[in-house]
């Protein structure tokens, strides 16, 4: 399939963060609380476009709108060795077309923007995260609140 669509990063990660936060079928996960985009000073230079947590789990949307940032992304250290990274579910959102799923990094989810909204074509599977790092981004964000 061409990619044909259109839409912007910043179009992307608001409708991803959306998505995250929406209820959803019982094998598809919903957080509470979503950011986006939040820079933090951490360990590995991993900034996710959307993360988000539950009270069991946490989530990580990248957003990619090119084929190049996408390759660009799998080769990042954190995406080769995933138990460096952010997120114990992990998907890709794409517009539809830019990414095949054997492209995707194993256990990887893909979210793919169609005709105005996301659709989930791959579930992902659950995998160790950094937690380190987790509360690092967790506890920048309490930092903000508190000014």
């Not at 900034?47 to 799998?74: C, H, M, Q």
């Not at 989930?120 to 937690?131: D, F, H, Q, T, Y």
């Amino acid at each position: 399939m061409l990619f044909t669509q259109c839409i912007n990063h910043k179009g992307l990660v608001g409708l991803a963060a959306s998505w995250l936060k929406r209820r959803k079928p019982s094998n598809q996960i919903s957080c509470t609380e979503v950011f986006t985009e939040l820079v933090t000073m951490n360990n590995t230079g991993e900034i996710p476009d959307v993360i988000g947590f539950n009270y069991w789990t946490s989530v990580v949307v990248e957003v990619k709108t090119s084929r190049a940032d996408f390759l660009r992304d799998r080769k990042k250290p954190f995406r080769q060795e995933p138990i460096k990274g952010m997120g114990e579910f992990r998907y890709y959102c794409v517009p539809k077309g830019l990414v095949k799923k054997d492209e995707l990094p194993n256990s990887w989810g893909l979210l793919e923007y169609d005709s105005g909204k996301l659709v989930c074509s791959l579930l992902p599977e659950r995998m160790k995260s950094n937690a380190v790092e987790e509360r690092i981004l967790l506890l920048s964000a309490l930092r903000r609140l508190k000014r």
